[in-house]
C-alpha cells in the first residue's frame, strides 16, 4: 500500500501564493509521475500540472506562468507552488502518483485525499 500525504492548501486573496506538498510513502519502488489535478464544483477533474521522471513538464494553460511543479524523487515528495491566483483556481487540488511500482513488480497509480484552495477577496 502507498500513503499520499497532503498539506497547503487554504484561504488566500486574489494574487497571493500557496504551496502545496504531497509525501508519498509505503510500498514504492518507483514512480514514474508525480502530479496535482484539481476539481471545483460541478466540473470534472482536470489537470493542473504533471512531472515525469523522465520527459517533459506539462502544466494546463490556465496555469502557464504563475503555478510551478517540482519533485524530489529520492524523498517521493511534490510540491506545485501556486502563484498570482485568481478565483478561477478555486477547488479541491488531488495529488496524483501516475505509474508506481511496487517492489513485488504491480503498476499502480494513486489519489491523495485532496486539500481545498480557495481564492476569495
Known amino acids: 500500500q502507498v500513503l499520499l500525504v497532503e498539506s497547503g492548501g487554504g484561504v488566500v486573496q486574489p494574487g497571493g501564493s500557496l504551496r502545496l506538498s504531497c509525501a508519498a510513502s509505503g510500498n514504492i519502488f518507483v514512480i514514474n509521475t508525480m502530479g496535482w489535478y484539481r476539481q471545483a464544483p460541478g466540473q470534472q477533474r482536470e489537470l493542473v500540472a504533471r512531472?515525469?521522471?523522465?520527459?517533459?513538464?506539462r502544466y494546463a494553460d490556465s496555469v502557464k506562468g504563475r503555478f510551478t511543479i517540482s519533485r524530489d524523487s529520492a524523498e517521493n515528495t511534490v510540491v506545485l507552488h501556486m502563484n498570482d491566483l485568481k478565483p478561477e483556481d478555486s477547488a479541491v487540488y488531488y495529488c496524483?502518483?501516475?505509474?508506481?511500482?511496487?517492489?513485488?513488480?504491480?503498476?499502480?497509480?494513486?489519489w491523495g485525499q485532496g486539500t481545498q484552495v480557495t481564492v476569495s477577496s
Open positions: 496524483n502518483l501516475d505509474q508506481v511500482l511496487d517492489p513485488f513488480g504491480t503498476w499502480s497509480h494513486y
Open positions: 512531472k515525469p521522471a523522465r520527459g517533459p513538464t
